[in-house]
């Protein structure tokens, strides 16, 4: 064998499974095929996304505006040319963080398109034409996904773009409709809204997030039609055109939306095309996902894994990761114990959204005497010094046993905020615990112990 473990696709499943193995002394190739390693994470994903996010907000002056007022702005004609110069030194930084993790670790890189062609080998073919043949012990199949084209969308990166397609926008749009109601189509929407820009969001379903908690969702679309976003859910689309000076959406219902760009982002299916799964045995479902046994991501052939978007839900950089670490720990006899049963979710938005636990929805499904305890914001002392004015968390707990069961943020610092709620949850911790202990002050964490005792106002002490 060449190698104890062949890691296809170096982004954050892939990566940590390499790093994971080469610290058990493992050998390690990883073999991605794209210009530079670190996936669709560092590269079209997740930390573009967010980069441009924080530029916004920061040469918008958007978190100054609750004292400011609407107008207010650190830069005027904020350019693309603004919001790209970050991006690029924030994914080189990106990269090399990674070239050096990998170079300390002893873990090898290739530049190839990898294709199995026995339950212990693929072959490695590289832009150039180049051939070889790797043996491999392990093989860990991390290769994501790319957007959903559908055949009749006339993407041409000038008016029509996908979402990896969105950050070679020559120059902002005047006016934008994103397609899609999920995380990616409402982060753009609202990153650009931020921007000032006219945004309408287009969504076939009646609602938008919908594994979210209902009143998250709500709060956060009144606050997107009150920034003068427009939003139309319910709303199948009939036909995309690119015309030369402008996009036009046709919807179901017979009203046309132009607007200068379109982004459609309605979807990702899984780079399994090229791999040659059928020579092994491993299947694909239509859109390219590959099942998984849940604990320990091994394939249907029991040397191969498979993790990260090629997996399907929850389809996150955070799930990824942890989902690489695991299999690699099952392929080399490292015993691990069961995984936490809630993690969360982060959507940044502008404003941000995370969740971890149960929605009310869910709590109620399951029966169980519940009680809520909810925080606003701007009801604490952070928040005023801040001028945030809007956001709230949104505590479930469980009165049989106090338990905290579900925690729900949207506003300002969400996806940070979030771990403390995840951790009560995880270590089994009850609303005592925000009622009894203090909180540094003034921060927006303040706002646990005002949801816990909003909730604990109402349970008693149990
Ligand atoms: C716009 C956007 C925003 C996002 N924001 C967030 C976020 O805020 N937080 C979060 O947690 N997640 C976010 N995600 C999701 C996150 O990016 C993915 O969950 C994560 O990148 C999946 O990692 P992965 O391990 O599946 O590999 P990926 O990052 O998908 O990388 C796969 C790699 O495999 C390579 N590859 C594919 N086929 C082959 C082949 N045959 N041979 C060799 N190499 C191959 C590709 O070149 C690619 O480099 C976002 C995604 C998008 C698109």
New binding site residues.
């Given amino acids: 064998m060449d190698y104890d473990m062949l890691v296809?696709?170096?982004?954050?499943?892939?990566?940590?499974a390499a790093v994971q193995s080469a610290k058990l002394g493992k050998s390690v190739l990883v073999?991605?095929?794209?210009r530079r390693?670190?996936?669709?994470?560092?590269?079209?994903?997740?930390?573009?996304?967010?980069t441009l996010r924080e530029t916004v907000l920061n040469l918008s002056g958007w978190r100054e505006r609750g004292f400011y007022g609407r107008g207010y702005r650190v830069k005027q004609d904020i350019s693309v040319g603004d919001l790209i110069e970050r991006l690029h030194k924030t994914l080189d930084h990106e990269v090399e963080v990674l070239q050096h993790q990998f170079m300390r670790n002893t873990v090898k890189s290739a530049r190839?398109?990898?294709?199995f062609i026995g339950p212990n080998k693929v072959s490695?073919t590289s832009d150039n034409g180049d051939y070889s043949e790797v043996g491999f012990a392990h093989a860990l199949i991390?290769?994501?996904?790319?957007?959903h084209r559908p055949r009749d969308v006339p993407f041409d990166k000038t008016r029509v773009f996908d979402?990896?397609e969105?950050l070679e926008l020559g120059q902002l749009p005047r006016t934008l409709t994103v397609i899609g109601g999920g995380?990616?189509g409402v982060?753009?929407a609202t990153i650009f809204s931020a921007l000032d820009v006219p945004v309408t969001l287009v969504e076939p379903r009646n609602t938008i997030l919908d594994f979210v908690d209902r009143e998250i969702v709500d709060d956060f679309i009144h606050q997107m039609r009150d920034r003068g976003m427009t939003i139309r859910l319910g709303s199948a689309v009939k036909e995309i055109r690119s015309k030369p000076e402008t996009a036009e959406v046709e919807l179901a219902d017979g009203r046309t939306i132009r607007s200068d760009v379109v982004l459609y982002?309605a979807g990702?299916t899984g780079?399994?095309?090229?791999?040659g799964l059928d020579v092994v045995g491993i299947e694909a479902d239509s859109r390219g996902r590959i099942k998984v046994d849940p604990q320990t991501f091994q394939t249907s052939v029991p040397n191969i894994y498979a993790?990260?978007?090629?997996?399907g839900f929850?389809?996150?950089?955070?799930?990824?990761?942890e989902?690489?670490r695991v299999a690699a720990c099952h392929a080399f006899g490292v015993a691990l114990p069961p995984p936490p049963e809630t993690f969360p979710y982060?959507?940044?938005a502008v404003p941000e959204i995370s969740t971890v636990g149960q929605s009310e929805e869910q709590v109620r499904q399951s029966g169980g005497a519940y009680e809520v305890g909810v925080a606003r914001f701007r009801e604490t002392s952070r928040g005023h010094i801040m001028g945030v004015d809007t956001g709230f968390l949104k505590l479930l707990f469980s009165i049989e046993t106090r338990r905290l069961l579900g925690a729900h943020i949207v506003g300002e610092g969400a996806?940070e905020l979030i771990h403390i709620g995840q951790a009560v949850i995880n270590l089994g911790g009850t609303v005592d615990f925000f009622v009894n202990n203090t909180f540094n002050y003034p921060t927006l964490a303040e706002a646990y112990k005002i949801a816990g005792l909003d909730a604990w106002n109402r349970m008693g002490r149990g």
């Fill in positions: 296809i696709g170096s982004g954050p499943s892939g990566r940590r073999v991605d095929r794209g390693l670190g996936g669709v994470s560092v590269h079209t994903g997740t930390i573009p996304s967010k190839a398109s990898v294709k490695l991390a290769v994501g996904t790319r957007p979402s990896d969105m995380v990616i982060e753009y982002a990702r780079n399994v095309g090229t791999l993790a990260g978007d090629v997996i929850p389809s996150l950089a955070s799930t990824s990761m989902q690489g982060g959507i940044y996806t």
